[in-house]
């Protein structure tokens, strides 16, 4: 049924199916329609707990736009959930938010994205949701040989290692060692030339803004647990830097050394993601004592 007034309303009534899948599916149809719109949406699909997130979520996603056109921005519709069930829109809001957060940061392209921008950026998320955050660069680095190997190839502002942290409210740091540590490593290349192993061809270099995906997904995933207060303890590591062709690149024959002493050879230079990861997860093994370690590349 359409109606027409200040703004343009639908809405829509069940599917008759119990698959998850096409809960996904027509929440994702309908974001898709009525994105850039000044539309709002009611869904009365779903009715069960996953039901509602899986629609929910999918409805936010198909919606989301990004853009840096010059013209009007556009608009933005209003997706509603018929139920009652108000924590499970609520759950879905907040996983929606948390990826729209990582798409964010992914698709600022790469002059305007850099470690320091990403290191900007994880202190305004966790100035926001109380998390705390601890960022190195420069002399502070010297440990970290991949990190430096990998981000000093661009140097102005060089690499970045971003830290932050999340334990529950309810807890606070006192309490918190007791409880299960998780540590998310995230790859942040904001931009990968493949260095002195320049890649080829050319065109695949196009999407290496996306580099730094694993870095936006552990971002996103912990700007999400503020909201949720899950009764787990979870650090995210950053590893940003910028894989770029210069005279300060690192070399394939080049031997650095890993945070914790191990000594690798550069064979590739494009094969710069295992590098900064490997810094992470010796960082991780020595100094945080997880209970289950995650990489996101």
């Given at each position: 049924?359409?109606?027409?007034?200040?703004?343009?309303?639908?809405?829509?009534?069940?599917?008759g199916?119990?698959?998850?899948t096409?809960?996904?599916?027509a929440?994702?149809?309908?974001?898709?329609?009525?994105r850039g719109?000044?539309?709002?949406?009611?869904?009365?699909?779903?009715?069960?707990?996953?039901?509602i997130?899986?629609?929910?979520v999918?409805?936010?996603?198909?919606?989301?736009?990004?853009?840096?056109?010059?013209e009007?921005?556009?608009?933005?519709?209003?997706?509603?959930?018929?139920?009652?069930?108000?924590?499970?829109?609520?759950?879905?809001?907040v996983?929606?938010?948390?990826?729209?957060?990582?798409?964010d940061?992914?698709?600022?392209?790469?002059?305007?994205?850099?470690?320091?921008?990403?290191a900007d950026?994880?202190?305004?998320?966790?100035?926001?949701?109380?998390?705390?955050?601890?960022?190195?660069?420069?002399?502070?680095?010297?440990?970290?040989?991949?990190?430096?190997?990998?981000?000093?190839?661009?140097?102005?502002?060089g690499?970045r290692?971003?830290?932050?942290?999340?334990?529950?409210?309810?807890?606070?740091k006192?309490?918190?060692?007791?409880?299960?540590?998780?540590?998310i490593?995230?790859?942040?290349?904001?931009?990968?030339?493949?260095?002195?192993?320049?890649?080829?061809?050319?065109?695949?270099?196009?999407?290496?803004?996306s580099?730094?995906?694993?870095?936006?997904?552990?971002?996103?995933?912990?700007?999400?647990?503020?909201d949720?207060?899950?009764?787990?303890?979870?650090?995210?590591?950053?590893?940003?830097?910028?894989?770029?062709l210069?005279?300060t690149?690192?070399?394939?024959?080049?031997?650095?050394?890993?945070y914790?002493?191990?000594?690798?050879?550069?064979?590739?230079?494009?094969?710069?993601?295992?590098?900064?990861?490997a810094?992470?997860?010796?960082?991780?093994?020595?100094?945080?004592?997880?209970?289950y370690?995650?990489?996101?590349a």
């Amino acid at each position: 049924m359409h109606e027409q007034s200040d703004v343009e309303r639908i809405y829509l009534v069940g599917l008759g199916d119990e698959s998850l899948t096409a809960y996904r599916a027509a929440g994702a149809a309908i974001g898709r329609k009525v994105r850039g719109k000044a539309v709002e949406v009611i869904s009365l699909c779903a009715e069960s707990k996953s039901q509602i997130k899986a629609h929910a979520v999918s409805a936010l996603l198909g919606a989301y736009v990004w853009n840096m056109k010059s013209e009007k921005t556009a608009e933005i519709p209003s997706i509603v959930i018929a139920t009652k069930d108000l924590e499970s829109v609520k759950l879905a809001s907040v996983i929606a938010e948390a990826l729209y957060t990582a798409r964010d940061l992914i698709h600022t392209p790469s002059n305007i994205k850099n470690p320091k921008w990403m290191a900007d950026e994880a202190k305004k998320l966790a100035d926001e949701r109380g998390l705390a955050i601890k960022v190195l660069s420069g002399k502070e680095l010297a440990p970290f040989g991949g990190l430096r190997a990998v981000g000093n190839s661009s140097p102005n502002p060089g690499p970045r290692f971003i830290e932050l942290t999340y334990v529950p409210k309810k807890i606070g740091k006192a309490g918190a060692t007791a409880l299960p540590h998780v540590v998310i490593v995230g790859k942040g290349i904001t931009y990968d030339t493949g260095g002195v192993s320049l890649k080829r061809p050319y065109d695949i270099m196009a999407p290496m803004k996306s580099d730094m995906a694993g870095s936006a997904a552990a971002l996103g995933t912990i700007s999400a647990l503020a909201d949720l207060q899950p009764n787990i303890r979870v650090t995210v590591l950053m590893m940003c830097a910028e894989n770029a062709l210069s005279g300060t690149s690192q070399r394939p024959s080049d031997v650095i050394t890993q945070y914790g002493g191990t000594t690798v050879e550069i064979i590739n230079t494009d094969a710069e993601g295992r590098l900064v990861l490997a810094d992470g997860l010796a960082y991780a093994d020595k100094k945080l004592d997880p209970d289950y370690l995650v990489d996101i590349a």
